[in-house]
């Protein structure tokens, strides 16, 4: 989305609304790949005497990733509040500042920055998601593998001298 703030920088202090769409990149979070639906940004906007534009507003979108407990696909709504104030002329790259050059601002960086902010801690298909222990079963004897590999588990030499003062 990219506001035009070319009238707002020939009346500093007055407020304009503004609405809009936003596509937010997939991103990568703790191995997870963390998809967008289309966010909608919605709020005011004024500009100041040094050319700095502030906007306030909300972000409203939806993530896609998978249950923390099961795998399956999950999402959570994002609906949430934003504060920013951008420089005009600032460095683009700068992380710690939201910049502008001419007289459009984009809202690609913020769009980004409040998603990945709003997301929750995990993911859960539902509520109460039972995991993969009880909506998957998994067979697996554990103590097979130590048997059929004596010598090759990190602690082996341990095991032995173990053993060895069991003798006597």
Aim: aromatic share 8%; glycine share 8%.
């Amino acid at each position: 989305m990219t506001l035009n703030v070319s009238d707002a920088l020939h009346h500093p202090g007055q407020d304009y609304a503004f609405q809009g769409e936003q596509t937010i990149a997939p991103v990568d979070i703790g191995g997870d790949t963390v998809s967008f639906d289309t966010a909608l940004l919605k709020g005011r906007f004024f500009t100041a005497d040094d050319g700095s534009v502030t906007v306030d507003g909300r972000l409203t979108t939806v993530a896609h990733a998978h249950c923390a407990n099961c795998l399956e696909p999950a999402m959570a709504e994002i609906d949430t509040p934003f504060h920013e104030t951008f420089q005009r002329n600032g460095d683009p790259s700068d992380d710690e500042i939201f910049a502008y050059e001419g007289y459009r601002v984009e809202f690609d960086k913020l769009a980004m920055s409040y998603a990945v902010l709003a997301l929750p801690i995990r993911f859960l298909c539902k509520e109460d998601c039972p995991g993969l222990g009880e909506t998957h079963p998994v067979d697996v004897d554990f103590s097979l593998c130590q048997k059929e590999l004596p010598g090759q588990h990190p602690f082996a030499a341990l095991q032995q001298l173990l053993t060895k003062d069991e003798e006597v």
